[in-house]
């Protein structure tokens, strides 16, 4: 495994590679940039092949915080840690106060929160051995409502561009994904008459959605080729791929999932086609920005109207991917790279 060509692939200022075999802890913390503030990302739980397969991912997790961030206009830099083992394992105190332990001797460049494989009670074990952790019960807590909250304002802005009305009424929206987030975003798609199809693998959880929203089930091998005006990914991530994109047959792509692109040519590949991409990590912004604002003391309220300004946020991007012929996600790293480097001028990396 070629370790610093992967690093220097992205611009990594840092990785850490944790290891406390009491408990059976290995981990992962990936440091992006920190030209902006303190880097920022949730902590992944997750069952990896292979431990490469696991750098790999931090790695685009992290540069995707970096982005995330600096679109939004938030002082932070990008960071995102995995713990690589058995989400499912009970036996979980000692893994996360282990994990605590790591960040804390980062003394403040990382700050973790939950995310896949995680909850607010893994961020309590956490927090018993570092302050470096948001996410925690009576505070911001579960991230997903503004995250779903923020995704939807995205998709509205996708329906304004691509349609010429932001109205999701009578549109068809196909939710891969029916975790929090998946939840959450369906219950505001059915309140303003979209018509959903969802899909997970869990078939309690979609059909929790069914029962609730009136959404069509269908198998998770499915969901690409059914017909909708919208796909939205709301699980794992590069579901668009070259196996996908020819099954597609919705006019827009605009969903929670984080690195919905296996490559950056399946972005050019949708803007060849015609399909409207909105940006992962613009539309599913409200993750960090319910973060951002648990670090500095915001009300829930001005977490959610944050997340509204997501609307505005692609509007200008999609605008901009339109005047100069470029590709949306294109578009979008042309938006974060010039903040970082405007920042990059007037302050010092964070220490």
């Not at 973060?291 to 001005?302: D, F, R, S, T």
């Not at 100069?324 to 578009?331: F, M």
Request: glycine share 10%.
């Amino acid at each position: 495994m070629e370790i610093f060509k992967h690093l220097a692939e992205h611009g990594h200022e840092q990785v850490v590679f944790c290891h406390e075999p009491s408990c059976g802890y290995r981990g992962i913390i990936a440091i992006h940039d920190t030209t902006l503030g303190p880097s920022l990302g949730g902590t992944r739980f997750w069952n990896y092949a292979s431990d490469e397969e696991a750098l790999i991912d931090v790695l685009r997790l992290s540069r995707g915080m970096t982005y995330k961030a600096a679109v939004a206009g938030l002082n932070l830099g990008g960071g995102k840690a995995v713990i690589i083992g058995d989400p499912r394992t009970a036996r979980r105190e000692m893994i996360f106060r282990a994990h605590g332990r790591f960040i804390e001797s980062l003394s403040g460049r990382y700050i973790t929160a939950e995310d896949v494989g995680t909850s607010v009670g893994d961020m309590e074990y956490v927090s018993m051995e570092t302050s470096w952790v948001s996410g925690l019960p009576g505070k911001s807590g579960d991230p997903s409502p503004v995250t779903a909250y923020g995704t939807y304002q995205g998709i509205k802005a996708a329906a304004l561009e691509k349609y010429g009305s932001e109205s999701l009424a009578g549109r068809t929206v196909a939710v891969q994904g029916a975790g929090h987030v998946g939840y959450y975003l369906c219950a505001h798609l059915a309140a303003e008459g979209a018509r959903l199809i969802v899909t997970d693998i869990d078939e309690e959880r979609s059909g929790r959605i069914a029962r609730e929203f009136g959404a069509e089930v269908v198998q998770p091998e499915a969901i690409y080729s059914v017909e909708s005006d919208i796909y939205a990914p709301c699980a794992l991530g590069a579901t668009i791929n070259d196996e996908t994109i020819p099954q597609l047959k919705a006019d827009i792509v605009a969903g929670a999932a984080n690195n919905q692109l296996e490559d950056d040519r399946h972005g050019d590949e949708l803007h060849r086609r015609g399909i409207l991409y909105a940006p992962d990590y613009v539309i599913n912004a409200g993750g960090v920005i319910n973060v951002y604002g648990e670090v500095k003391g915001w009300l829930p309220e001005q977490s959610m109207r944050k997340a509204e300004e997501i609307f505005g946020t692609l509007a200008r991007l999609f605008e901009l991917a339109r005047e100069e012929h470029l590709p949306t996600y294109r578009a979008a790293d042309r938006v974060a790279e010039e903040r970082i480097e405007a920042v990059r001028k007037v302050q010092r990396t964070w220490i």
